[in-house]
């Protein structure tokens, strides 16, 4: 990735206020071991505990997001959203990750799917030559992503 790209990683929640610190805290030391901006965007759908009182604790690359929709793909799909049109992302090139509010990622995590997708963009590089429906559609799902 280059200078101007970015990472998101959108974390839907409802209800997580004891999983979130452990969560948020996995995230960033994932975050602290690649070289592209982080941001987090933290989906709280339909929260009646007090996990909107971690907002602020993060960091300011840590977001979070009032969400009414009690539904976990529209609270992904809410965060993918702020995240192209509030954070600036939109434009870069980003590479948007997810993971459950209860989860603790591994500090290799990013790094692991950075990696994965600049191997990708190496191999379209390479097959974008030869032109076969297979590769081509591949590549043209890439270069739109």
């Not at 759908?45 to 602020?56: I, K, M, P, Q, T």
């Not at 600036?88 to 799917?113: H, N």
Request: proline residues 3%.
């Amino acid at each position: 990735m280059t200078d101007e790209s970015g990472a998101v990683v959108v974390v839907p929640a409802h209800n997580e206020v004891s999983a979130l610190p452990r969560c948020l805290s996995a995230i960033r030391a994932a975050a602290d071991n690649v070289a592209v901006r982080t941001s987090v965007v933290v989906v709280l759908d339909a929260c009646d505990d007090d996990s909107s009182s971690l907002a602020g604790r993060y960091g300011p690359d840590v977001h979070f997001l009032p969400l009414e929709a009690r539904n976990v793909g529209a609270a992904r799909a809410a965060g993918f959203r702020h995240a192209r049109t509030v954070l600036g992302q939109a434009g870069q090139q980003t590479w948007y990750a997810t993971t459950d509010a209860d989860t603790q990622v591994g500090s290799d995590w990013l790094l692991r799917q950075l990696d994965a997708q600049a191997t990708a963009s190496e191999w379209c590089r390479h097959w974008s030559t030869r032109t076969t429906p297979n590769t081509t559609a591949a590549c043209a799902d890439r270069k739109s992503g």
